[in-house]
């Protein structure tokens, strides 16, 4: 796997029997408290001895194992490194741990946290994960954690290399040398098929869900469009290509071809419809190219919401590869059904249709919600659109809520009826669709770029200025569970608050997400993807 730091495994042919190589000079890595039998239980039969009956089916038959926070990850290309593997689990959380099974084409992958670990399945369950454009597949393994000896000092390199970069760090200089697969944070980007127009803004909306984009110049050579785009750091410029590479902008067109650029900075001129430098506004348009047109810019974009739903940001983010929450394509056909989830496992004692309201919120603007009547652990939820209901089954399917772990599937029902007049149904159907709490009816909403998985560490905004940190320690605390950290932004406006648990953030966020601070002014509360 480009040299860095391979695991070799030996499997006899025929046999159960797996040999790690561990020796103390190997440089291998092993998985502590491992019998052969173990490793074998977590391998499909048909991997034994790298045969094939060709039957896919057979294939996918594998005996899924409880959560755990190490994830098995197979069929994995020859070819890939393992700064591709550790790519797939980054978005959902740190990556503490990887183990390449280089001979069987597969990998062990430990998370953080295994709240991590299930929001990476979860998502990778409603979005095959690609590596290289190839299908990988990702089950939760038999074991709980990792081992890795001192020898593995190759594969360690690249987890705390491409660690550092992600964390907003930079690598030490003697790892750089093994983040070369990723250390270009200038993508060449080719757009093959293409019916229609594609423009330096679509492009940096696609990109900026992986990061900061710095620039982008566009151009046409032998008769396609192309482009040069720069990240502010590489490993983001890594991650948008392997969610992005081979995916469609449109439906069925405007397929893009990603590769890294060997170029390492790009140097842009002028702004304007071919090129543009975001860090510097104050360059001209130069001659003979016009700058953009706003009207243009808006042409555009109200063309582009007939072009099969391309572009509406909730129907990007439901259907990319990505960053499980950061927005980007549209246009998968992830919309083809209704916008109506059937939430299961509720606690019944609990729940009530202003908590799942400002739950499923989150992730898209919810208009009704109806508790069944004769089985109260269940809930009908109708979003805006079949897209913001494919977002909200991907980040909260399997969390906890109330104590429970939550099911969300979509529902074979287009809508949610109302109660007829004069019936009444003891408050377990709300219509939420003229609510003012929506937090995607304006479009080109910032929330739109901030949808992040459930996770421990919460944003709050529209903080009073005579709030104090104790103050909203103190409030959080009260709401139920415990505040690990706190930190606020410059302005005191805006901060983060980290909760001991995923399951105790979600509680606290349903409590106290528009709650009034005094002076009608109300708390913002959404996930973050930082940690404090």
């Given at each position: 796997?480009?040299?860095?730091?391979?695991?070799?495994?030996?499997?006899?042919?025929g046999?159960?029997?797996?040999?790690?190589?561990?020796?103390?000079?190997?440089?291998?890595?092993?998985?502590?408290?491992?019998s052969?039998?173990d490793?074998?239980?977590?391998?499909?039969?048909?991997l034994?001895?790298?045969?094939?009956n060709?039957?896919?089916?057979?294939?996918?038959?594998?005996?899924?194992?409880?959560?755990?926070?190490?994830?098995?990850?197979?069929k994995?290309?020859?070819?890939?490194?393992?700064?591709?593997?550790?790519?797939?689990g980054?978005?959902?959380?740190?990556?503490?741990?990887?183990?390449?099974?280089?001979?069987?084409?597969?990998?062990?992958?430990?998370m953080?946290?295994?709240e991590?670990?299930?929001?990476?399945?979860?998502?990778?369950?409603?979005v095959?994960?690609?590596?290289?454009?190839?299908?990988?597949?990702?089950?939760?393994?038999?074991?709980?954690e990792?081992?890795?000896?001192?020898?593995n000092?190759r594969?360690?390199?690249v987890?705390?290399?491409?660690s550092?970069?992600h964390?907003?760090?930079?690598?030490?200089?003697?790892?750089?040398?093994?983040?070369a697969?990723a250390?270009?944070?200038?993508?060449?980007?080719?757009?093959?098929?293409?019916?229609?127009?594609?423009?330096?803004?679509?492009?940096?909306?696609?990109?900026?869900?992986?990061?900061?984009?710095?620039?982008?110049?566009?151009?046409?050579?032998?008769?396609?469009?192309?482009a040069l785009?720069?990240?502010?750091?590489?490993i983001?410029?890594?991650?948008?290509?392997?969610?992005?590479?081979?995916?469609?902008?449109?439906?069925s067109?405007?397929?893009?071809?990603?590769?890294?650029?060997?170029?390492?900075?790009?140097?842009?001129?002028?702004?304007?419809?071919?090129?543009?430098?975001?860090?510097?506004?104050?360059?001209?348009?130069?001659?003979g190219?016009?700058?953009i047109?706003?009207?243009?810019?808006?042409?555009?974009?109200?063309?582009?919401?007939?072009?099969?739903?391309?572009?509406?940001?909730?129907?990007?983010?439901?259907?990319?590869?990505a960053?499980?929450?950061?927005?980007?394509?549209?246009?998968?056909?992830?919309?083809?059904?209704?916008?109506?989830?059937?939430?299961s496992?509720?606690?019944?004692?609990?729940v009530?249709?202003q908590?799942?309201?400002?739950?499923?919120?989150?992730?898209g603007?919810?208009?009704?919600?109806?508790?069944?009547?004769?089985k109260?652990?269940?809930?009908?939820?109708?979003?805006?659109?079949g897209?913001?209901?494919?977002?909200?089954?991907?980040?909260?399917?399997?969390?906890?809520?109330?104590?429970?772990?939550?099911?969300?599937t979509?529902?074979?029902?287009?809508?949610?009826?109302l109660?007829?007049?004069?019936?009444?149904?003891?408050?377990?159907?709300k219509?939420?669709?003229n609510s003012p709490?929506?937090r995607?009816?304006?479009?080109?909403?910032?929330?739109?770029?901030?949808?992040?998985?459930?996770s421990a560490?919460?944003?709050?905004?529209?903080?009073?200025?005579?709030?104090?940190?104790?103050?909203?320690?103190?409030?959080f605390?009260?709401?139920?569970?415990?505040?690990?950290a706190?930190?606020?932004?410059?302005?005191?406006k805006?901060?983060?608050l980290?909760?001991?648990?995923v399951e105790?953030a979600?509680?606290?966020?349903?409590?106290l997400?528009?709650?009034?601070?005094?002076?009608?002014?109300?708390l913002?509360v959404?996930?973050?993807?930082?940690?404090?």
């Open positions: 796997m480009d040299g860095l730091g391979d695991v070799a495994v030996g499997v006899k042919r046999s159960d029997e797996l040999s790690m190589y561990n020796s103390p000079n190997s440089g291998m890595s092993s998985i502590s408290a491992m052969p039998d490793v074998s239980s977590t391998m499909p039969p048909l034994s001895d790298g045969t094939s060709g039957s896919d089916s057979k294939k996918l038959r594998v005996e899924e194992a409880p959560p755990s926070r190490v994830l098995h990850i197979r994995l290309p020859n070819e890939a490194s393992e700064t591709e593997v550790i790519a797939l980054l978005p959902f959380g740190k990556v503490t741990n990887i183990l390449t099974l280089k001979g069987k084409n597969q990998a062990f992958l430990e953080g946290t295994e991590a670990a299930i929001t990476m399945v979860n998502y990778y369950a409603t095959n994960p690609h590596v290289r454009n190839v299908p990988v597949f990702i089950q939760y393994s038999n074991h709980k990792l081992k890795t000896d001192v020898g000092s594969a360690q390199a987890l705390q290399a491409v550092a970069v964390s907003g760090g930079s690598p030490s200089s003697d790892v750089q040398e093994a983040l697969a250390s270009s944070p200038v993508l060449r980007i080719i757009i093959d098929n293409m019916f229609y127009p594609v423009t330096l803004d679509v492009l940096q909306q696609i990109f900026s869900k992986f990061g900061t984009v710095m620039k982008i110049i566009t151009f046409t050579k032998n008769n396609q469009f192309q785009l720069q990240y502010s750091d590489p983001n410029a890594q991650q948008s290509k392997l969610a992005l590479d081979g995916q469609n902008i449109y439906n067109c405007c397929t893009l071809r990603i590769d890294f650029s060997k170029l390492v900075n790009l140097n842009v001129k002028y702004n304007n419809d071919k090129s543009r430098d975001y860090t510097r506004p104050d360059l001209p348009a130069g001659d190219q016009p700058s047109d706003p009207n243009v810019a808006a042409a555009f974009n109200k063309d582009s919401n007939s072009l099969l739903g391309a572009m509406n940001p909730l129907s990007a983010a439901a259907a990319a590869a960053a499980a929450g950061r927005v980007a394509l549209a246009g998968h056909g992830q919309g083809g059904s209704g916008g109506v989830l059937l939430v496992n509720l606690n019944e004692e609990m009530t249709p908590s799942l309201f400002t739950l499923f919120g989150v992730y603007d919810v208009q009704r919600v109806k508790i069944l009547y004769n109260k652990d269940s809930a009908l939820i109708q979003m805006s659109d897209n913001q209901a494919q977002l909200a089954m991907s980040h909260l399917n399997g969390q906890k809520m109330y104590g429970k772990i939550i099911r969300v979509l529902s074979k029902h287009q809508s949610v009826a109660p007829r007049d004069g019936l009444d149904d003891q408050g377990l159907t219509d939420f669709t709490l929506h995607f009816k304006k479009p080109g909403s910032k929330n739109f770029q901030n949808i992040f998985p459930p560490t919460l944003h709050l905004s529209n903080i009073p200025t005579d709030v104090s940190e104790d103050d909203l320690r103190l409030l605390s009260n709401a139920g569970g415990t505040v690990k706190f930190k606020f932004f410059q302005d005191h805006m901060a983060l980290q909760m001991s648990t105790e979600i509680q606290v966020l349903i409590d997400h528009n709650y009034n601070m005094g002076g009608n002014q109300h913002r959404s996930f973050s993807k930082s940690t404090i």
